[in-house]
């Protein structure tokens, strides 16, 4: 089985791609990466010494896409990641929704071409922001968590489900995903192929850059480490928010899953079977002051400053809800938030 992971060079798409590798599943992995991500070429030489076939290619050139055989399946793991992507902080609007939105209809548009399988990495970002700014929350050991999750649809103490509402706003960066989980499963209903969403909270390991626009348990570790400047930004100015926590190879059995074609068990609860959430959940949470008393054990004090202005699109408390993939699939959390922090704290 022959399967092409774009962004190979990435954390995410390496990771993937290496562990597929290794998998033992037959499977001959093939990479596309332009490289434009500073640091992603670290990753091409030890791709290759395993065995991965990478071409130097941009997902949104046809021609680039021509340059690739015939494959089965696509995981698509190239995006600009940063949630303020698009709003005045480096990358224009235009090119985050030609990276995010028009690159996934050129790999949709490939699929159709090969009759390939598609499974697109998405994000927690697709759900609401009104709602889950406006969420009452109360801080209790340098964390915040919800005191209330009545009425609204698809929040619970697990965190966010299914459910939850996707409507706008959800950021450019939040839109641009929906827009392709939307469209992923439109070209699979009219053309025959298959297709899955697989929603990710905050991936995190060994492998990352450090880069902010990676998810913050990376970025906040190297940065403490290397004396780096670090800020509380927004709410209290206390670093209370909180995000999940989820290592991309906790992953693999329901990608391998996937990929073979074997059929999730139905929830029961009428929704897309195609869709689920996969995140570190409640067990696996954390708060940036949190993860600072973390970093001040790990390699001794320093001072983190603070600035409780808003930031544009922070929320308080992201938590997925991944009891619908626990049905469908039997997946489960392995990967403890010590261990993967442990992990980028040696890397």
């Excluded at 990479?31 to 992603?40: I, K, M, P, V």
């Excluded at 839109?175 to 209903?189: G, I, N, P, Q, W």
């Excluded at 670090?230 to 670093?239: A, E, N, P, R, V």
């Excluded at 954390?286 to 202005?309: A, H, M, N, T, Y």
Aim: a neutral charge; one cysteine or more.
């Amino acid at each position: 089985m022959k399967i092409l992971i774009t962004g190979v060079c990435g954390f995410v798409g390496s990771t993937l791609a290496r562990s597929l590798e290794k998998a033992g599943q037959g499977f001959e992995i093939w990479g596309l990466d332009n490289f434009l991500r500073e640091g992603s070429r670290l990753n091409l030489q030890p791709l290759l010494a395993q065995g991965v076939k990478v071409l130097e290619g941009d997902i949104r050139r046809p021609a680039d896409l021509a340059k690739i055989p015939k494959v089965d399946w696509v995981i698509d793991c190239a995006a600009e990641p940063s949630v303020l992507a698009g709003t005045g902080t480096g990358m224009e609007s235009f090119d985050l929704l030609d990276h995010n939105l028009i690159g996934t209809i050129q790999m949709l548009e490939f699929c159709k071409r090969h009759g390939a399988g598609f499974i697109l990495m998405s994000t927690s970002r697709v759900y609401s922001i009104p709602p889950l700014a406006s969420l009452p929350v109360q801080s209790a050991k340098g964390a915040y968590w919800p005191t209330s999750f009545l009425p609204i649809i698809g929040l619970t103490e697990h965190g966010i489900a299914e459910q939850f509402p996707t409507t706008p706003p959800t950021s450019l960066y939040g839109t641009s995903k929906r827009c392709s989980e939307l469209l992923a499963l439109e070209y699979a209903d009219a053309f025959g192929f298959p297709a899955w969403i697989n929603r990710c909270g905050v991936l995190a390991g060994q492998g990352q850059f450090g880069k902010a626009d990676q998810g913050i348990f990376s970025f906040w570790i190297r940065s403490w480490r290397k004396q780096k400047p670090l800020q509380y930004i927004g709410f209290d100015g206390k670093g209370s928010q909180v995000r999940d926590c989820l290592h991309p190879l906790d992953l693999m059995p329901v990608l391998i899953a996937q990929l073979k074609g074997v059929k999730p068990k139905d929830p029961g609860d009428g929704l897309d079977l195609r869709i689920c959430n996969f995140g570190g959940g409640a067990a696996n949470h954390c708060s940036l002051r949190q993860l600072s008393d973390w970093c001040e054990k790990k390699f001794g004090p320093r001072e983190v400053g603070s600035d409780p202005r808003p930031r544009p699109f922070d929320l308080p408390w992201i938590v997925l809800d991944s009891r619908r993939a626990e049905k469908a699939w039997g997946w489960q959390v392995t990967r403890s938030l010590c261990g993967i922090l442990d992990e980028i704290a040696a890397s």
